[in-house]
Structure formats: C-alpha cells, structure tokens
C-alpha cells in the first residue's frame, strides 16, 4: 500500500483523489511518521460497508437466538409500530 505525506497529498490533492478514483490504489496518510487515514475508492468503501451489514447481522442473529434461548420474547417492528400507533 502506498504511503504519502500529507504535506503532498495537499499539495496534489487533486491528482491523488484521481489515482484513488481511476486505478482503486489505497493510500496511507502519513503525518510526521504516524499513519492518519486512508484513501480508498468508493468501490472499497461498498465493500466495507457489505462487510460491516454482515458482522452487523451475525451479531444480531447471535444476540437474538441467545433472547430466545433464555425464554424471552421477540417481536417485529411491524407489531411495534402497530401497537403503538405509529403511521408512517
């Protein structure tokens, strides 16, 4: 993964949102040695995203079947919303 320097990256912040953009390189900010960010097309950030919806639902599926392991009840949000007369 490539590293540059703040300092260059706004002295060509244009060319190197273009390189992130046209060629998908990731690049590392780097501030007086210390990594600060990083730069990635908005195809790596659909990724992440997926990535995270996913762990997301894992860790809903897990949190929900240990609910009902212990007896307790789940409802929709529909039901919710019904019961407490929320119109859309």
């Known amino acids: ?3 540059l320097a ?3 990256i706004q002295e060509h ?5 273009a390189r992130v953009a046209d060629t998908g390189e990731r690049i590392v900010v780097e501030s007086h040695g210390k990594d600060l960010a990083v730069l990635v097309s908005l195809e790596d ?3 992440l995203e997926e990535l995270e919806d996913r762990l997301d639902l894992e860790d809903f599926r897990a949190a929900k079947e240990e609910w009902e392991r212990e007896g307790r009840q789940t ?6 919303v019904q019961e407490l007369g929320i119109k859309a």
């Open 45 to 47: 950030l659909a990724l």
């Open 75 to 80: 409802t929709t949000l529909d039901a919710v």
């Open 6 to 8: 703040m300092q260059d």
């Open 13 to 17: 912040f244009a060319a190197t949102v």
């Open 1 to 3: 993964m490539t590293r």
